[in-house]
Nanobody, 131 residues
Framework: EVQLVESGGGSAQAGGSLRLSCVAS????????IGWFRQAPGKGREAVSV????????FYLDSVKSRFAISSDNAKNTVYLQMNSLKPEDTAVYYC????????????????????????WGQGTQVTVSS
């Protein structure tokens, strides 16, 4: 059974930092893309960042590209999202999710950013940024 458990959320001031962790069980990270998504109140769920664990390829939402960093520690089966220079608009519930890696050499970022492609989801962790 695949399980994803997020932690590290909380409150921060604008300009501050938080690091989210996603611990995966029942999976081998090399066989998955792991994505961080977020959902703000009244809004749809959007992809923030994705990592292809087998080769470390990363993908980012434009609005977070210079502020957030995704990384994975395959030995710990954990994916991190380091969030710096936080803004009030980063306030949301953050989820990690797993997408099976077909090991294709063809890169399709739009697929990796689509919520519908992901079969496995964590329960989410709240991030609140105050101005």
């Amino acid at each position: 059974e695949v399980q994803l458990v997020e932690s590290g959320g909380g409150s921060a001031q604008a300009g501050g930092s938080l690091r989210l962790s996603c611990v995966a069980s029942g999976v081998v990270l090399d066989d998955y893309f792991i994505g961080w998504f977020r959902q703000a109140p009244g809004k749809g769920r959007e992809a923030v960042s994705v990592i292809r664990s087998r080769d470390g390829s990363t993908f980012y939402l434009d609005s977070v590209k210079s502020r957030f960093a995704i990384s994975s520690d395959n030995a710990k089966n954990t994916v991190y999202l380091q969030m710096n220079s936080l803004k009030p608009e980063d306030t949301a519930v953050y989820y990690c999710a797993a997408l099976d890696d077909d090991h294709s050499d063809i890169v399709i970022p739009s697929k990796y950013f689509s919520t519908h492609e992901y079969r496995h989801w964590g329960q989410g962790t709240q991030v609140t940024v105050s101005s």
